[in-house]
């Protein structure tokens, strides 16, 4: 893929924000259905993906308008189920506005006890970990999931172990886990990986790129009325974007947690 890395080429801005607001409506528009279709998944996503990794093409009043939103439905819809719409939206207007506040769905519903919403809260959280903090709250929820065999925790170790915060204090807190609860095949390989500081398996990685592809395919294939002249300067360079999710620790099938003395080496 070196060809994406020194590629010359760029993508128009507009293209990005139009499909933006396109995928809003369609979102909206399909709001009501239940169950909740793959596609407001996949929509959703793509306005996290452009948040994330290409936020100078977001609208800014498309930004306004999904925190309108996202404040409304959570006032009006007080059940499990119905948290299962925000979660992307949340996790897009939290890339814009570095705002944890926009996160509460997930962290309130961490350690949740439905395996199939818990899963699905804990990947929508995968495009902004590296950005994302554990605090008291949120490493406590941790806790108690590891504490519950059943659970299937590795997804949020993963998370924890990309997310922001003191390295020694991880590696204390993964070394008490082990130590006190009886986990799982997968929780127990993540940690002792981690805890070696050796590659753990990213269970992340297939449903990023799955979801990536969706979003490739829109912006590859989004309609334009412009002739080729009009669209120059065509704006983000893709090189630029290609190194962001390269870079991205979740786009790989291994992460590790890295040592202080690693961090120093490497400057």
């Known amino acids: 893929m070196s060809e994406f890395a020194s590629s010359s080429l760029s993508i128009d801005l507009s293209r990005i924000a139009a499909i933006c ?63 299962a719409k925000p979660p992307l939206i949340g ?40 950005r994302l903090s554990f605090d008291s709250e949120l490493t406590a929820r941790l ?29 204390a807190n993964l070394k008490k886990w082990r130590e006190s609860y009886f986990m799982n095949s997968a929780e127990e390989e993540t940690v002792d990986r981690l805890l070696k500081g050796d590659p753990a398996r990213n269970p992340l990685q297939s449903w990023l790129l799955r979801n990536s592809s969706y979003t490739a395919l829109r912006i590859g294939c989004y309609r334009s009325s412009a002739s080729a002249e009009a669209m120059l300067p065509l704006g983000a360079a893709l090189s630029g974007i290609w ?20 961090r120093n080496s490497n400057g």
């Open 143 to 171: 806790d108690y999931g590891l504490k519950v065999p059943y659970f299937m925790m590795d997804t949020p170790l993963v998370l924890y172990a990309v997310s922001k915060g003191d390295t020694e204090l991880k590696l």
């Open 243 to 262: 190194k962001s999710i390269d870079q991205h620790p979740l786009f790989s099938a291994y992460v590790r947690l890295n040592r202080p003395a690693e």
């Open 21 to 83: 607001e396109e995928e809003w409506q369609l979102f909206l528009d399909d709001i009501g259905i239940d169950p909740i279709p793959e596609r407001q998944d996949l929509r959703a996503f793509f306005l996290n993906w452009v948040a994330v990794f290409v936020p100078e093409g977001f609208p800014s009043s498309l930004t306004s308008r999904m925190a309108a939103w996202m404040e409304e439905h959570q006032a009006t819809d007080e059940t499990v189920w119905g948290f």
């Open 91 to 130: 996790a897009a207007l939290f890339a814009l506005t570095d705002s944890p506040y926009w996160l509460r769905v997930q962290i309130r519903n961490f350690d949740y006890g439905g395996s199939q919403l818990r899963s699905f809260l804990h990947n929508t959280l995968a495009l902004v970990a590296p």
